[in-house]
């Protein structure tokens, strides 16, 4: 059954540090997402991406993140110049035409 | 702003019972209701996606029902089982590309 992959599944940086997150969405799919999720909270909505473009973005989603879809099936998500308050779980999805959202297994982000 | 409530916050049953999750929302005028399972420190697995103009979705000894015009929706597991222990989420989408908000999630624990 095709599945969402993630990697790394945890990654510690320096805060300041760049980190990029990487997903392969499942093949036929268009629609690809980031969510995040900080320990005990929600999960939240940072990012949509359609037709290569930036669909929708959150609040959360300021100049420090970046998402690019750099081949026909990876999608990334940057971060740059991280800082602690940016440890999460980041969580990619995608979503084909019936609308059905599957989620990879994230990513840990640890922010030093 | 749409705004998506889940109670009961946590739920303890012994193994055999049926139980109900119940979902709501504030905005009702929503494209799809997605639920989610998420096991401790993992990612969210896809059980049942009910569209706006559907009533109910069911799969194995779960059923999710929509009641668009109150705002709510509830997943009912049958005959529950300790495999079932996890935290259930719902997720509402307004449109076809557009982000899902999420709840905060049942946790349930079911005893042996």
């Known amino acids: 059954e095709p599945e969402v992959t993630q990697t790394p599944s945890h990654q510690v940086t320096q805060m300041g540090q760049e980190v990029i997150l990487r997903c392969v969405p499942i093949?036929?799919?268009?629609?690809f997402y980031w969510y995040r999720q900080i320990l005990g909270q929600k999960v939240e909505f940072l990012v949509s991406?359609?037709?290569?473009?930036?669909?929708?973005k959150s609040e959360i989603f300021d100049d420090q993140f970046s998402v690019e879809r750099p081949d026909g099936s990876n999608f990334t998500l940057k971060i740059r110049s991280t800082k602690l308050e940016d440890s999460a779980m980041y969580f990619c999805?995608?979503?084909?035409?019936?609308?059905?959202?599957?989620f990879g297994p994230g990513t840990r982000l640890t922010v030093l | 702003k749409q705004e998506v409530t889940q109670i009961p916050a946590a739920l303890s049953v012994p193994e055999g019972e049926n139980l109900v999750l119940n979902c709501s929302f504030t905005?009702?005028?929503?494209?799809?209701l997605q639920w989610f399972r998420q096991d401790p420190g993992k990612g969210l697995t896809s059980l049942l996606l009910?569209?706006?103009?559907?009533r109910e979705q069911t799969s194995g000894r779960l059923n999710a029902s929509l009641d668009k015009s109150s705002g709510r929706s509830t997943l009912y597991i049958a005959a529950s089982q300790p495999g079932d222990s996890a935290t259930y989420l719902c997720?509402?989408?307004?449109?076809?590309?557009?982000?899902?908000?999420f709840g905060d999630g049942t946790t349930l624990t079911v005893k042996p």
């Open positions: 991406f359609y037709n290569n473009e930036i669909s929708e």
């Open positions: 093949s036929n799919h268009l629609y």
């Open positions: 999805a995608s979503k084909g035409t019936r609308g059905e959202q599957f």
């Open positions: 905005d009702s005028a929503i494209y799809n």
């Open positions: 009910i569209q706006s103009s559907q």
């Open positions: 997720a509402v989408r307004h449109t076809n590309a557009g982000k899902s908000t």
